[in-house]
């Protein structure tokens, strides 16, 4: 960490400045500028409040040299994570489907797609049984119901469930659940993340609306804090001016968060453009990028879905979307080995 | 609501269409024009799902002519609503200002400073007990035990306390709390919106940091449309390219918020810049706006806050801050007069 | 055009309002709702100043159901654009290669990379002469001399030169460059794009940093009005809150131009991010995505460069990603038989 | 400027670093820490590249400590700028407001303007001449006509006139105009304004779009490094991802500027919001925050007016808001002198 002073500061104000660091454990470097003292400090400074020192008499400014996450940083940690959930992989440059319908709506819909995602390819099935939605007028999700039509989907197809918790006082209900979603709105609901820090169930961490890698990883560093290393991460898309799609896909958050982290990192491409003619071909780019799976919303009948129908696909179209991811993963692998 | 369908719409689906709106209730005028068949809805579309009627066949587009949020709009409700804390009124043209710790350390500290900003001014008392902090790593509040000791502070100047809750789990903790918060992280939280909704205590919720208006208020609705109406919005700054500034202090949202919704309307400075220095000129502009209040960070020692003391005024600062903003309320009077 | 009018518009004033529209040459159809009255206005309304409708009495919002932009879009001309610069083509599904130094900085250097681009597949040479700078310290380019040592590479090895135009005074000595730039910071000159409409060059034009696809399209069909049919769309990442990555490549912009528009459209991965180890991962999710072409840089020695050089590719790993997109446009052409 | 070497870089190669550095004039400090070697440059860095110094063998990051704008810095120059136009100052706690339609529309509307808003209270009159429009349908302004039209107006009230140039070509035009509008979309035309550097007009400058403080301030450091130090700095609104308000005017934008440069720092509360009924709340803060101006649109028939009716106020409540800006500027001189 570097600590940059105020011009003019008093060979004796520098003294105590340095002097208070050492006291707590720090060695101190100190350079001599043209206008500015700066000082090095040499030690952990994982914890210390970068903030608190701004306030400090005589300081300018602070930089950080080293990240703030430590569990989550691919610098302690190189190898690439792989979580493994049942039969599937994610992770270490899997090509992983997560599929499904945005809300559980009947056992026979949620039956339904499970089979057809699974025949097509799929190896986890997503459904949504709690939903965030922006109105408290809309539909809210089947909740406790919504759990065990999934947990139903899941004896018939085999298929491993992911399902989104919303609170800390739906936790029992997600026991037989294999992967717990933290939505978008949140990857910032620190009690949430701490709770889920102490179970042992592979979390899928979608990025904030308008959150940076810096913060996602510090949320990934909560549950990872707490003992639980099971993290996925999940570009779905971020907040920008432009409204032709609902949220921007930041595709350079797949290279950049795995020089970041090892973690494994999905893309959502459905939430990512709120289309379905845009799924496609935001899925092929992200398993272009180097992305370690897809999390994609299938229908048996997206004009009929209780939500966001706009943005699923078809069982057809999925089945025909699997072919292509294919093709075009072997060709990230043999792009990966020139 | 306007339907636009796509162009060469054949006679025989648009009739459709319209028997479809018909049997669910709406009126439905139908204009022709050079390119497009348009379908006016008439009826109450307050709970129609957008994204759903355009998913059907032949639409292209759909418009909603009215605000999606009942409860918090002005329209229903044209007069302010003024929410009453004890002695303090928010709304209705107020200028009440809320000032306290980032976060509660001590009796001493919450008492100190409760009672330095009473004698200043400040009708409430604000200090965090529960902190959502980014790193797992940092200062996370004092919990329960700061509630208790802002319970202290609240006995012995008499002035009612707004403190931050972060779940549901901790609401029985909030029995003596006069204003419970919602931060901007959990503004779509929406669990714990429609608890607070069961609640009858006046609930301070902030903007998210890249949330508009819009979802600003339907957060709000959760809370009213549960029977809550006790709802102050309050704007805090938003997330942009800048980062000068901590965060971008969305001055239109002042007049904005109060031009769409009859619930009163206070700024946050302190969060908005995260720098000391910007509070008062961001406190004076938010009065000249026509803001009911504000709420600001105060400490006995910023340089030793456990978070945020960038952001913290001095005591006397705080006092002298208090002297223009009496000042320019008063000119704020006077303009509106005119 | 639909024209919603203010709640309880007297008839007189409904009536008048139509009367003002049929008198310059719309059809007007009256929907009557439960709250407003709707317009529809019918004729061409292309030209209509939707600002200023929104200020006659009584109307209360205008929304458009036509694009504003015509020669730009797609519904009025449905085959792809296909560009013709001697013997590249871009457009119909192509994937050419525009490759070079950021700044031309000698013959030696422009001459070097020029074959070695060339060798490796680019199809055109890119190169700065005239160089827009944040800084005004920093270098500004070669400018004229520039222009006359890319003209000298062009001779050299054949490929047809890209080149940014700074201000229209430079014109004159773009007589022999084969694609005139236009740059993020000047998409919106529209003196400038006014100006290129009446040359018949190809236009590479570059999104600005925080431009909608609408604005993009706007500003293309300012070169199309005057003339100029051969415009190229460029997408090379948008201004975000994420800083670690220079900008934010937003790669739906590749579906969503081509959805809007019949133009050609290229993807910019080194400013998008502006670090070199994003370029193969950003190039691949471009070609993936169904970009026309991208445009790269590439520099003898990047660490020397004399500006960008950070996000300049070697001449060796350049030769490496013409490898991968090759493979990954192979991929891409399967998919799209599927 | 710190360099941060990579972790482990090898003593000869902190070396070869360093004699490189020196080399160039600098001298070098370094330190040793726990995992990074960071070099502290002492010298003129205000001319280094950061980013070629980035692309250097084993460095990892490096963090500029001095801002690399001289001329705008108020570090060099602690004393306010005042630009003095006729009888007119702006700068050093003035507050001058400009004031005009739009556009210039013909003789009779600006004389009529110009007579109004001086009545009422503004020094200098606006109106554009030469227009930039999203759309090459709509109407591009009166241009040399437009230019013609102010220097009647001029001449008939006496106030000295702004208007906005778009391209080097028309700068003979502007020789009677008293001070020249840099819009949004050319903050970043750097040729623009370099030359405008070499009049001695004085610049109102507009924040682009979506361009960060010092951004601005580099803008401004164009025209000062070419020998005109008479720039005005305007706030207009940035983009953002609320859509309801045109763009959100950035208040924290007048602290921010008045802290880091000593030059006169102005609001345009119409563009920043972009409807009418929000120009006085936004005035009145910008007052509150300690703008030197304002620059409002004025029309004497707003919903007839050839652009951005929308945001502009008629005559009688420009002559209103004059009051109430008097009233607000007198207070915010006492808060000042507390």
């Not at 960490?1 to 470097?29: P, R, Y």
């Not at 493994?84 to 489907?97: E, F, H, L, N, P």
């Not at 804090?225 to 907040?239: D, H, K």
């Not at 290279?255 to 071909?281: Q, R, T």
Request: net charge neutral; charged share 20%.
């Amino acid at each position: 960490m570097i600590v940059i002073l105020k011009e003019n500061a008093a060979v004796q104000a520098v003294q105590s400045l340095v002097d208070n660091f050492k006291s707590i454990g720090f060695d101190v470097h100190i350079s001599q500028g043209s206008t500015h003292t700066i000082l090095g400090l040499i030690g952990d400074t994982g914890k210390l409040d970068i903030d608190q020192i701004k306030m400090l008499e005589w300081v300018d400014d602070v930089k950080r040299i080293q990240e703030p996450f430590k569990n989550a940083n691919r610098k302690f940690h190189p190898q690439d994570t792989v979580i493994k959930v049942k039969d599937a992989v994610i992770g270490g440059g899997s090509m992983t489907v997560i599929a499904g319908p945005c809300s559980v709506e009947s056992e026979e819909q949620i039956i339904t797609v499970a089979r057809s995602v699974k025949a097509s390819g799929a190896k986890l099935l997503r459904g949504g049984a709690f939903k965030p939605r922006t109105s408290p007028y809309a539909f809210q999700g089947l909740r406790d119901e919504g759990i065990r039509l999934l947990l139903e989907a899941k004896k018939d197809t085999g298929l491993p469930i992911v399902t989104e918790i919303m609170d800390l006082s739906q936790l029992e209900l997600f026991n037989d659940v294999d992967v717990i979603q933290v939505g978008a709105r949140n990857m910032q609901n620190f009690e949430l993340l701490k709770q889920l820090g102490h179970t042992n169930k592979p979390i899928l961490l979608k990025r904030g609306l308008a959150n940076t890698y810096q913060e996602l990883l510090m949320s990934a560093e909560y549950i990872m804090a707490f003992g639980n290393e099971n993290v996925i991460l999940c570009e779905r898309g971020v907040r920008t001016f432009e409204t032709y799609t609902r949220n921007t896909l930041d595709i350079s958050a797949v290279p950049a968060l795995k020089i970041l982290s090892h973690l494994p990192v999905i893309v959502d491409p459905s939430h990512a453009a709120g289309m379905a003619k845009f799924v496609a071909p935001l899925s092929l780019s992200a398993v272009a990028a180097g992305a370690d799976g897809l999390i994609i919303e299938v229908h048996n009948n997206p004009a009929c879905a209780k939500c966001d129908g706009m943005q699923s696909l078809t069982m057809p179209d999925f089945d025909t979307l699997m072919k292509k991811i294919n093709i075009m993963k072997e060709a990230q692998v043999a792009c990966n080995s020139l």
